[in-house]
């Protein structure tokens, strides 16, 4: 089953469109080149084309958060200019990091990071928290559309892990691939949904 919903991501990641013109430029410059390796899923999600890879460790800062997940996505616009403030510049397209199940997890105990890739670490007199998201077996599928609909895919992606025989292994993580104000139709949005797995015990 999909581990959760949030019916607010793309309007937490929204605030970046109500910028100006020139920030919206540098966002659009940010898009990071992708070329999905498999056949984009999307919506209503009833076959998700689903793969296995070795995910590399990844340096990254993040903000880490307790609550909702709905907050994770309205953390990243601020978590941006923490880091621009600091001199450093995204390695890469931001992420979430969920590590609770909804269903068996209260709201208010929901544990997720918003993260953004750097190239190196942040000196500690930024403030900014950093970590290294660890080499990972993952099963993973690219859907496209609106950022809440994401989540809609978890059932066929889980699918797809119990047929390999594995079991998740840790968080979930959400690759946002390209920032709403780049695009005039949220259906241009991709985002790369992956799951640490190992074999069933």
């Known amino acids: ?28 410059a940010a898009a ?15 076959t ?7 995910r590399l460790e990844q ?13 994770t996505g309205r953390a990243l616009p601020e978590l941006h200019e923490r880091l621009t403030a600091a ?5 890469g397209p931001p992420f979430g990091l969920f590590y609770d199940d909804p269903g068996k997890v209260a709201v208010a105990e929901l544990r997720s990071r918003a993260c953004i890739p750097v190239a190196k670490p942040p000196e500690p ?19 496209a559309g609106p950022y809440p609909e994401a989540p809609r895919a978890y059932p066929g992606l889980y699918a797809y892990m119990a ?3 594995w079991v998740e292994a840790g968080p979930v993580r959400e690759l946002y691939l390209v920032p709403p104000t780049s695009v005039r139709n949220f259906d241009a949005l991709l985002c790369e949904l992956q799951i640490p797995a190992m074999p069933r015990p």
């Open 59 to 71: 340096l990254y800062v993040f903000v880490e958060l307790r609550g909702t997940y709905t907050q």
């Open 87 to 91: 001199g450093l510049a995204a390695s």
């Open 32 to 46: 990071w080149s992708y070329t999905p390796d498999l056949p984009v899923s999307h919506a209503p999600f009833e």
């Open 163 to 165: 047929k390999m025989g």
């Open 48 to 54: 998700v084309h689903a793969n296995y890879k070795e």
């Open 1 to 28: 089953m999909a581990r959760r919903t949030h019916l607010a991501l793309l309007l937490a990641l929204l605030p970046l469109g109500c910028r100006s013109t020139r920030d919206q430029r540098a966002d659009s």
């Open 125 to 143: 007199s930024t403030g900014l928290a950093s970590d290294v998201l660890p080499r990972a077996h993952v099963v993973y599928a690219v859907v």
